[in-house]
């Protein structure tokens, strides 16, 4: 049986109990379903009222129009309210965004995503927080904020560290792609499946089955070859330093001795933001010793600072706005970012911190 829960006209997230799962759709497919804080609304309020609903069991969240599970937030907009003065509504959307993040970790059901496509971002926020994460042939994983003069959050300072070795490191200062078998091999996704099969197992998991047997019966090794993974003596050796100045030059020591790949990750990150990309490690190493609570009260210090910085909408404006792909940092080298200036990043906020949310049960 399917109930839908609500009705407005092109609703930007679709919400229905469907047999058994509470079943959410990001449905923004011209935008590549990037999160707006009305999306981030209704996903609340529905993961709010199929908590404490006996006839749901578990959520199955996807994304419409087939490229794209979430592509992020939407950061055309979060840029023109800090352009224009108005930083307080730009936080709302982090601290909202950042307050579902931990429901969705915490959330006392199985919360199922599934992703054939991109997933960067915010969506990563709200799929591999979850309980069960299957990628498809299409899944491509990212977390490019460094890229935008921003920096890995929704829950990358807790899953990054977490992943094997210094992958999590690597991905963290180059938002470089992530695909199916990396995901699978990594952890980050608890299952692969052909992309065929996923009208079918979003049928099965509306049934009366537990979601792991459902999933285990569906599930197949990773298409994608895993070629991150397969580089992981290279990272490993690289990105084990707790500087970004250590970082580059083993890459560059790693390149001198007729190692290429290490050549190509150091132009790579030679053109992120230098403030972002310290964040970033600072993010990683402090990640390891902090609960998912402790982790997302951290990033909502760190946005608080970055959204009244210069590099963010620098960032945004050659990326997305201009599209030059010049960005102007400022800092504009590792060596003017002083300790002090990133550890006033991580610096309580007061009165201004980030609550948890009451998880419902």
């Not at 011209?30 to 999160?35: R, T």
């Not at 990594?186 to 009208?199: D, K, Q, V």
């Not at 010793?289 to 590099?311: N, P």
């Amino acid at each position: 049986m399917s109930e839908p829960i609500q009705a407005p006209a092109d609703p930007e997230v679709l919400i229905e109990r469907r047999g058994s799962a509470g079943l959410i759709i990001l449905n923004r497919p011209k935008a590549l379903n990037a999160l707006t804080l009305g999306m981030v609304r209704e996903m609340r309020r529905a993961l709010d009222a199929f908590a404490v609903d006996p006839a749901v069991t578990r959520i199955v969240v996807t994304g419409a129009g087939g490229r794209a599970f979430c592509a992020g937030g939407d950061i055309r907009v979060l840029h023109d309210l800090g352009e224009a003065g108005r930083h307080d509504e730009a936080l709302q959307f982090w601290r909202e965004e950042y307050e579902l993040n931990i429901l969705i970790k915490c959330y006392p059901k199985p919360y199922v995503s599934l992703i054939d496509g991109i997933v960067m971002g915010g969506g990563v926020g709200v799929s591999i927080n979850g309980s069960h994460v299957v990628a498809g042939e299409k899944f491509v994983f990212a977390m490019p904020e460094v890229g935008i003069g921003f920096f890995p959050d929704v829950g990358g300072t807790y899953f990054l560290p977490r992943i094997p070795g210094e992958i999590g490191a690597y991905f963290a200062l180059t938002g470089e792609r992530m695909r199916q078998g990396d995901a699978l091999s990594t952890g980050l996704a608890t299952h692969a499946m052909a992309s065929e099969r996923f009208t079918e197992v979003l049928e099965a998991l509306c049934g009366r089955e537990t979601v792991d047997h459902v999933l285990e019966g569906f599930a197949d090794v990773a298409t994608q070859p895993a070629s991150v993974t397969a580089r992981r003596a290279a990272i490993d050796a690289c990105f084990r330093f707790d500087t970004v100045e250590e970082v580059m030059e083993a890459l560059a020591a790693a390149e001198a001795a007729g190692d290429e790949w290490c050549g190509q990750t150091l132009a790579t990150m030679a053109a992120k933001s230098p403030t972002s990309m310290k964040i970033a490690l600072a993010q990683v190493r402090a990640g390891r010793a902090l609960d998912f609570e402790a982790a997302m009260t951290t990033e909502f210090r760190i946005v608080s600072r970055i959204c009244r910085g210069h590099d963010f909408y620098e960032g945004v404006r050659a990326v997305i706005v201009d599209k030059d792909n010049a960005p102007r940092w400022r800092p504009s080298t590792l060596a003017e970012v002083t300790p002090a200036m990133i550890a006033a990043h991580f610096a309580p906020l007061g009165e201004g911190e980030l609550v948890p949310p009451v998880i419902p049960r």
